[in-house]
């Protein structure tokens, strides 16, 4: 099996709001169809990411966006709608494929999917995989990877973006 090649970052946040700020940038540059796993132990801000991306996909703020962690998926309506999956409390391989999860991962909305580890079989070869480390109260390390000319350029653009930040990103 030939490992893929991606393009990596890191960011280093330092409150929630940092977290949701890179978020929101993420998805102000995702395109329709785009797919995001998330992995990190509980706790670590993938909530947080995930209002920032909602606010970047134009979510309306209406809508209170949680992990559905009792119903596994939340879709909301956006300039680009958002499909977000919690794994979990998934048993199995089998349950997401129940729930025709191939509707949602190839769909016009952007996926994204928590505890991806869980289903990497299934995930599409090339997306966006974040990787969330817990490293203290309220400092978190988020290793962000694209697998594909897409999400590589993605990457690219994060990397652009957290040079220009005044915050206390990377400190």
Known sequence: MV???GKSTIVRTLCPEETTQLGEFIGGVLKPGS???LSGELGTGKTHLIKG???GLGVDERYYVTSP???IINEYPGRIPLNHF???RLEGMEQLEELGYEEYFYSEAVTVIEWAEKVLPLLPENR???EITYLGENR???KITGLGHVYRHIVGKIDRWKSDRTLSFDQ
């Open 86 to 88: 919690d794994l979990y």
């Open 53 to 55: 991306l909602a606010r």
């Open 128 to 130: 966006l995989m974040v």
């Open 69 to 71: 962690s009792f119903t």
């Open 3 to 5: 490992k893929r090649e």
């Open 35 to 37: 797919i995001i796993g």
């Open 140 to 142: 978190r390390k988020f």
